[in-house]
Structure formats: C-alpha cells, structure tokens
C-alpha cells in the first residue's frame, strides 16, 4: 500500500532562515509526489509536484522540493522563510484514483 | 478563486436531520473526490467519481451518500449523522485519471453534529 509519513507534528523557524519540511514516503513503482499547503479556513492549495526528471523541484511561492530515491524522501525547502508561510503543509503521493496525504506540518515562521 | 466552489461554508445539523453539501468545479475536470478532514488526524478520502461513475468508496457508512449528476457538480447528502462526524469535508477534482494531475480543493464545508 502508498504511504507518506511526516515526521514532524511542527516546525519552528526564524523569519528570514531556510526552512525545510520533511516528507518520506513508501510507493510501489514509480512514485507521484505532492506538496499542498493550507492557510486557516481554507482548503488545500497546491504548491509542487514529482513525476519524473529533475530531482529539484521549483513550485509557487519559492518553495522547491528535492526528491531522494535512495532515502525515499521528497522534502519541502525555502531558503528564506516569511512570516507569511506559517501555515499547514502537506506532502501527498498519488496512483489512480488515490491520493494519499500525511498528517501535516505546522510550520510556524517567527518574526 | 479556487475554481472549486463548496456550499455551505458551515453547517450545524441535530442527528436527526437530513442535509446535503454541494460541490461545483469550473475547471473542465473529469474527476471528483470528498474528502474528510479532522483534527489530528490524516485527511480521509472518501468517495471518488470519474465521468460521472463512483470509482472508489472507502468503506464510508452509509449515513454518507453521494451524487455526481454531471463532471461539474458532486453533492454529498448526510442523515443521522453522528457527533464524531463534526469535521471539515473538502471537495476536490483534477484532470487526468492517473495520478499526475494535481487536486485543485475548494474551501471546505465545517460540519457540525450536535
């Protein structure tokens, strides 16, 4: 069965320093990989994706993600975090039909 | 704008009620998905539609019941529900069928059951 796994419940990080939200995930073939973000009240808002090609990813609002093969890990990078990006962040893998989310990560960016 | 639009934004119903959530999508998306999302927990796929046919149900009590009566629209009808279903229910649709095509989420219905 697809699984992603986020290990962090939170992450805390001073406005204006590199951030990075960790990802993990368990995928029979080749994997289809995701980042959502979702701000209060609201729904889930696409940032990046995986298919296939480059292991650096570049997304919507200057995150980027870099998919790992050998550590089967597709982790959620900025190097310089606002204020702004505090929200809920989620990292998703997907086949036909299924889209399969982690639990989330708070990230909380401190002015 | 999302381009997928969820009514109501909030609903408190008794146990007894019957109410349905509405879900529309302005994108030309040939697939539709309810989602449930609760605290603390992983958001739980519910129900998956493609062209109009349920593809995926999984394994949601029946006092949940949807309707896709054309790729634009996608309802989901509640009766009897129950207080651990208080939860904010998303509605999302995407492209393609196989898996490469992002999900594009409305803003969400929060249910309460009192």
């Known amino acids: 069965a697809q699984s992603v796994a986020q290990p962090e419940d939170q992450v805390n990080v001073a406005e204006g320093n590199p951030l990075t939200v960790k990802c993990t995930y368990s995928?029979?073939?080749?994997?289809?990989l995701f980042w959502y973000v979702q701000y209060p009240n609201r729904g889930l808002q696409f940032l990046l994706k995986y298919i296939t090609g480059d292991n650096l990813v570049k997304g919507s609002y200057g995150f980027e993600a870099e998919f790992n093969k050998s550590q089967t890990s597709f982790h959620l990078k900025k190097p310089s975090a606002l204020v702004s990006d505090s929200a809920l962040y989620f990292c998703a893998c997907s086949g036909t039909y299924k889209y399969i989310f982690g639990t989330g990560t708070r990230l909380k960016v401190l002015a | 704008e999302t381009g997928v639009t969820q009514t109501p934004r909030h609903l408190v119903m008794g146990m007894t009620n019957k109410k349905s959530l509405k879900c529309e999508q302005h994108?030309?998306?040939?697939?539709m998905y309810w989602y449930k999302q609760s605290a603390k927990k992983p958001l739980e796929l519910m129900f998956v539609y493609s062209l109009e046919e349920r593809v995926e149900n999984n394994s949601v009590p029946s006092r949940f019941s949807p309707e896709c009566p054309n790729s634009s629209h996608l309802f989901l009808h509640l009766h009897t529900l129950q207080p651990e279903d208080s939860a904010l229910y998303l509605c999302?649709?995407?492209?393609?069928?196989?898996?490469?095509?992002?999900?594009?989420f409305g803003n969400g219905t929060r249910l309460t059951v009192t």
């Open positions: 995928v029979s073939g080749n994997p289809y």
């Open positions: 994108l030309g998306h040939n697939a």
């Open positions: 999302a649709s995407s492209h393609l069928r196989d898996g490469t095509s992002p999900l594009h």
